[in-house]
């Protein structure tokens, strides 16, 4: 069985995608899952704060750590797609038996929904910040402006305190 990861409805890293060739989606699903060859699927691993080399300013940046093997269920997660093309982003439904949420930093949302029993998670800008893009087209992490999560999406929670903008880095393996 096979889910689309579409993300092409994610207009607002368009600019992003067209400059880096890639595809970023911030994902979350009930269930566990495998990527194909051309998909990387990440989770934050820390908030790092760096000091400039004269100690008069301090940045912080979200470092993603790339994950391998099949994902568990529960697991909120950034994935790198080689296309626009929703029929080449599917991931394969799995089960791993594992818990990395302990230390991803990234949370998740489950769905949406007009019933009126169910709750949509609203965001909120003191401490949660969602995947986007800046003005110069690098990916980061930035306060969220849309009245609700959507659906199926990982968002990262952070301090009182911590900048709008988090600029993201790759680790390697």
């Not at 890639?22 to 899952?33: I, T």
């Not at 750590?65 to 929703?86: F, H, M, Q, R, Y």
């Amino acid at each position: 069985m096979h889910y689309q990861l579409i993300v092409t409805t994610i207009l607002e890293l368009s600019q992003l995608l067209l400059q880096q060739e890639k595809h970023y989606a911030p994902f979350y699903a009930e269930f566990g899952f495998d990527v194909p060859t051309g998909m990387t699927v990440y989770v934050v691993d820390r908030i790092e704060s760096t000091t400039n080399e004269d100690n008069s300013a301090s940045t912080k940046s979200v470092i993603l750590k790339p994950l391998s093997g099949t994902i568990p269920n529960k697991t909120p997660v950034i994935v790198e797609c080689s296309s626009d093309d929703a029929n080449r982003n599917m991931v394969t439904l799995s089960y791993a038996d594992a818990n990395i949420t302990n230390w991803n930093k990234l949370s998740g949302n489950m769905f949406n929904s007009s019933i009126r029993q169910h709750v949509n998670q609203k965001p909120t800008t003191a401490n949660m910040r969602v995947l986007g893009v800046n003005e110069s087209g690098e990916l980061v992490f930035k306060n969220p402006t849309d009245q609700y999560l959507p659906a199926n999406s990982s968002y990262l929670i952070v301090e009182d305190g911590t900048p709008d903008t988090l600029p993201v880095v790759f680790e390697n393996n």
